[in-house]
């Protein structure tokens, strides 16, 4: 596995140091940058994966995300991650801006970003290192996964991401 380089942004995303390799120490007052890709489908289903037996958070389910790697922007980094993990090509899907979280803890900032697609388009090819399955979930299955504890903490805001949605639709829907 070659090295993952990241950029180091300050509280105000800005850049302070480029190639920075992923483990090292992160210096106090430097986050990296981690995406939260959301994939929806217009019916309201999200697409989640499982993840990989003997990773952190072992089965449990997630949306897909990760690292934004050194020159890359937030967007590019959310697209590039669903399609290392699913082979989904998400450049052109509708997308949406959800949020941003600072995240002391991880020395990261994360951004959450929702793709709007039409499930009977899409077929997943997933990297099985990391994921071992995926589903379409409703709302009420992801309920359900909260409640058995199955679904991974940096997810469980799911329904913060679809009430985005609806507000953001009813809007687009206002303009038409």
Request: net charge negative.
């Amino acid at each position: 596995m070659s090295d993952e380089f990241w950029d180091l942004f300050d509280i105000n995303r800005v850049v302070q140091m480029k190639h920075h390799r992923r483990g090292d120490k992160i210096p106090d007052g430097l986050f990296h940058l981690v995406v939260h890709s959301w994939i929806m489908d217009i019916n309201g289903l999200f697409l989640m994966s499982q993840r990989q037996k003997g990773r952190s958070s072992e089965l449990k389910w997630e949306r897909t995300g990760g690292s934004v790697l050194e020159g890359e922007n937030s967007f590019d980094g959310a697209v590039r991650e669903v399609y290392e993990e699913l082979g989904i090509d998400l450049k052109k899907a509708q997308s949406f801006f959800i949020k941003t979280e600072k995240r002391d803890r991880y020395h990261d900032m994360f951004d959450s970003w929702l793709f709007i697609v039409d499930k009977n388009k899409i077929e997943c090819h997933i990297d099985t290192q990391e994921v071992r399955d995926y589903k379409w979930m409703s709302l009420s299955d992801l309920d359900y996964l909260k409640n058995k504890r199955k679904i991974v903490l940096s997810s469980l805001y799911y329904d913060e991401v679809f009430e985005l949605y609806q507000k953001k639709k009813a809007i687009i829907e206002t303009f038409d």
